[in-house]
């Protein structure tokens, strides 16, 4: 079976930095998207506590208290 040329040391060098710097970008977009997803995840969850805090008829220092005396018991 034939093989193909080899390559050079510095060709596989330079290949293997390639690689990784398309690595490198790579991770640090997904990263990017991760972030904006958590942010949109955070402000679901805010704006589901908004609504259940207009829902009760309470204060929004009301429920701080009320939370506030939860943690601390």
């Given at each position: 079976?034939?093989?193909?040329?080899?390559?050079?040391?510095?060709e596989k060098?330079?290949?293997?930095?390639?690689?990784?710097?398309?690595?490198?970008t790579?991770?640090?977009?997904?990263k990017?998207?991760?972030?904006?997803?958590?942010?949109?995840?955070?402000?679901?969850?805010?704006?589901?506590?908004?609504?259940?805090?207009?829902?009760?008829?309470?204060?929004?220092n009301?429920?701080?208290?009320?939370?506030?005396?939860?943690v601390?018991?």
């Open positions: 079976m034939a093989r193909g040329v080899k390559k050079s040391l510095q060098i330079t290949q293997k930095e390639e690689l990784i710097e398309a690595l490198t790579r991770i640090k977009k997904e990017d998207e991760l972030n904006d997803l958590l942010e949109l995840q955070k402000m679901e969850e805010l704006n589901e506590l908004r609504l259940v805090v207009e829902r009760s008829g309470l204060e929004i009301e429920i701080i208290q009320m939370a506030q005396t939860q601390a018991q």
